[in-house]
């Protein structure tokens, strides 16, 4: 069956720090891979998704980026945090292939304090 | 573009009572209609989805949905509802047109059952 990991669970970075975000899949070959934040009260924020190694759209212009240096794997990083980049970090996958009907499987989050 | 509104933020509900958490799209055009579901500090779970045919969608846990097209709704229900039941739940929308990578949530319904 597959698998979402994803990690850290929890972290908490002074402002103006770097972050590196890992998420990895187990069970499937080629995924579409996600990056979303969730805010509260506010739902999910898609950020980046990624059909292919390398391949990386960008949703919503910030300082963060994403990267896929590998097929299962997906990083999303920023070289300088902002407060404003406080929130709940999820990544997900869907089935490359599957169209819109297919629907999204997710980690566990993480929760970034930026201070 | 696409948006999901979720009527009710919050929606407190005594075990064993029945519960219906409304959802509405807009879109004049054909879309897949999911419900996810969210417990404290993890990842989002898959209830249920609609991609065509009976309006009548069951999933997990009991729950269902259903679609209505000339209203725009995709509204949750459940005959009955138990602690184990709290959780924050997500209605999201997908249009088959843009290959379903840009999947849209709305800004979730936390369901409080109380004993």
């Known amino acids: 069956s597959q698998t979402i990991h994803q990690w850290p669970a929890t972290l908490v970075q002074p402002v103006g720090s770097p972050l590196s975000l890992e998420c990895t899949v187990e069970?499937?070959?080629?995924?579409?891979l996600y990056w979303y934040r969730q805010a509260a009260g506010r739902g999910l924020q898609l950020l980046f998704y990624?059909?292919?190694?390398?391949?990386i759209s960008s949703e919503v212009p910030q300082n963060l980026s994403a990267s896929r240096p590998q097929d299962r794997q997906f990083i999303l990083s920023s070289k300088k945090l902002l407060l404003s980049d406080s929130g709940f970090y999820l990544c997900?996958?869907?089935?490359?292939?599957?169209?819109?009907?297919?629907?999204?499987?997710f980690g566990n989050g993480t929760r970034l304090t930026v201070t | 573009a696409q948006s999901v509104t979720q009527l009710d933020s919050q929606v407190p509900v005594f075990e064993e009572a029945p519960v219906e958490l409304r959802c509405n799209y807009s879109?004049?055009?054909?879309?897949?209609l999911f419900w996810y579901v969210q417990y404290p500090n993890q990842g989002l779970q898959l209830l249920l989805k609609?991609?065509?045919?009976?309006?009548l969608v069951k999933g997990i846990n009991g729950f269902e949905a259903e679609f209505n097209k000339s209203q725009t709704s995709f509204h949750l229900r459940k005959p009955s509802v138990h602690i184990s039941d709290t959780a924050e739940y997500f209605c999201?929308?997908?249009?088959?047109?843009?290959?379903?990578?840009?999947?849209?949530f709305g800004a979730g319904t936390r369901l409080f059952v109380k004993a």
């Open positions: 997900a996958w869907s089935a490359n292939g599957g169209g819109a009907g297919s629907p999204l499987h």
């Open positions: 069970g499937t070959s080629n995924p579409n």
């Open positions: 990624s059909v292919g190694i390398g391949q």
């Open positions: 879109s004049s055009v054909s879309v897949y």
């Open positions: 609609y991609l065509s045919g009976s309006t």
């Open positions: 999201a929308v997908s249009d088959p047109n843009t290959g379903g990578f840009k999947t849209i």
